[in-house]
């Protein structure tokens, strides 16, 4: 799976550096073989160095799957897409608000080979399903940081990668282990 970000405010390509006012145009492409066998798609954005470890910026939990891209600037239908709670407890997206040192954002999409009746209220417990009923076949993440004092840059940049997640286990394993 090939996942691209764009920010909405003005059309062009997220940095790896995250702002604070980008709202994420989320755009995501399957192979072929794989599309097929996918029912719907989901979207988990989670902060790992978070104060809370994996703070949920974004849950949405189904998305159709004829769409590839999610616009966080738009309402849906709940027909085709589902916004969950993010860990603040509100619906829909939270932009990040760090209050200090650098945090990495994950945007998780993750085609799946099946459509739920009904959806747990948190992100946690979906990962908790997915990974045991054996629902994912394509997965992929992008990384983005913020550094609020904006030193040492690289330093942030090579940490935040080494959560890149393309595998169902290793989502299982940042929020159960």
Known sequence: MIIKIQNNNSNSKLVPKYSYNDIPL??????????????????????????????????????????????????????????????????????PAPPYGTH???????????????????????????YHNNNVVDINSVIFYYNKENKNNNQAKTHCMTYKINTIQKLYDYFYK
Not at 55 to 79: E, G, M, T
Not at 105 to 121: A, D, E, H, Q, R
């Open 104 to 130: 990495c954002y994950i945007f998780i999409v993750i085609g799946l080979n099946c459509k739920f009746n009904k959806y747990p209220k948190d992100a946690k417990q979906f990962i908790y399903d997915i």
């Open 26 to 95: 989320i755009n995501w492409t399957s192979t072929e073989n794989r599309k097929t066998m996918i029912q719907s798609y989901s979207i988990i954005m989670f902060d790992p160095n978070s104060v809370v470890p994996n703070w949920i910026h974004l849950y949405a939990p189904y998305i159709n799957k004829d769409f590839d891209q999610l616009d966080l600037s738009l309402k849906y239908n709940r027909s085709n897409v589902i916004v969950g709670m993010s860990s603040n407890g509100n619906i829909g997206y939270q932009k």
